[in-house]
């Protein structure tokens, strides 16, 4: 029986695309062969596509040699006889893929293909519904079926995971619910903390802290809502041996870990939480890459669509930070990674949110944090900014 053959074509700004598609059908095929635009980046991608692909199934064919050719994608003829050459002695090309390259190659490819072959599906992928569409008369779309981890679409996109932060504890996604659940008086406490042990994101501990009581209640803070906070942050061993002697505030933070997530790691921590209730098909928290500068601080994968967040708390973000998400989805993607800023602060400058705007960046502020998992299961299926 003759070889089942897929033939991918690979140009734009991304490989998601190539890799849905493959996937797709990886089942079904034998051999898969690729026609790429000319230039290194593409090179890289079909490099980036093979790869993960032989990890999915490991005696899929594709010869370098014989299954690789680049091409001007302007000139119609020179596509043609590429195409043609790749195509020779095949007898069952069963898939072809058209996504993201010019206009003048995918035609080039698609006159030879239905005039060659009949049992043949010709389709086009929209990242931004998670869908084949055929290119024939009558037939549907067709839902993505296949599903990549985090780890499998940095590969794609030729990083490797340096390093993860291990899933967090259920107490410790508590606590980050408890926090966003009582934003406004919550925020305004850690700020205090914050201030009290320097305005860092660390310190040495243990550490012991005194904090006269005016200087949260000046802040609008009740004494009830102040006690309840930090009977809830000792109650889950954040803080411990909290006491007032004569309206002067007492406790111990016994570790780093413990004051990190005051810091700012709760924020992180209740985005993974919320996009794990999502049931996508992969998240990972504080994600740092191979030769790459950064963390990302939520990973967020499903059906070869990627979303990361950038989450900042206090009111010392700046523009910078945008810059570090945009430089992060530039290299997972580009436009087809959904970027999302997520901020505890309630309310957010206009010239930061035009900032924002401009690159195609979605903000989340304080108030809308309690919705977030909404927030994200839209932005992963229908994004603010389309994936193209």
Known sequence: MSERVMLVLIGGRSAVPAIAGVLQFLDKVDRIKFLLCIGDQYLQFQKNVEKVIKQEQKNLLCDKETDVISVDPSKFDEVYVAVEKLCEGVEQLKYVNLTTVPQTMAISVYSYVQEKYKDLLVFTVNTDQSQIIPLVFGKQAIPFNKRLTVEN??????????????????????????????????????SVIRSKAGGGDSIRAP??????????????????????FLRELESFSIIHRVENLNNIINFRIESEESYALLAGGWLEIFVYSSAKQCKF???????????????????????????????????????DDLSVIDSNAQKLGGNYCVKLFITSECEVGEEFINKAKNNKIVIVSGNELIRMTNILAKEM???TYPRR
């Open 381 to 383: 299926q229908l994004p």
């Open 207 to 228: 550490r012991g802290f005194s904090i006269d009581e005016k200087d949260f209640t000046k802040l609008g803070i009740l004494t009830n809502e102040l006690q309840d």
């Open 281 to 319: 098909d992969s998240v990972e928290i504080g994600v740092e890459l191979d030769n790459f500068r950064g963390q990302i601080d939520v990973f967020c994968l499903n059906t070869a669509n990627a979303m990361i967040c950038e989450c900042k708390t206090g009111k010392k973000f700046k523009s």
């Open 153 to 190: 679409y940095i590969a794609m996109c030729g990083f490797n995971i340096f390093k993860k932060a291990l899933s967090s504890e259920k107490n410790i996604e508590l606590i980050a619910k408890y926090i966003v659940d009582n934003i406004e008086v919550s925020s305004k406490i850690i």
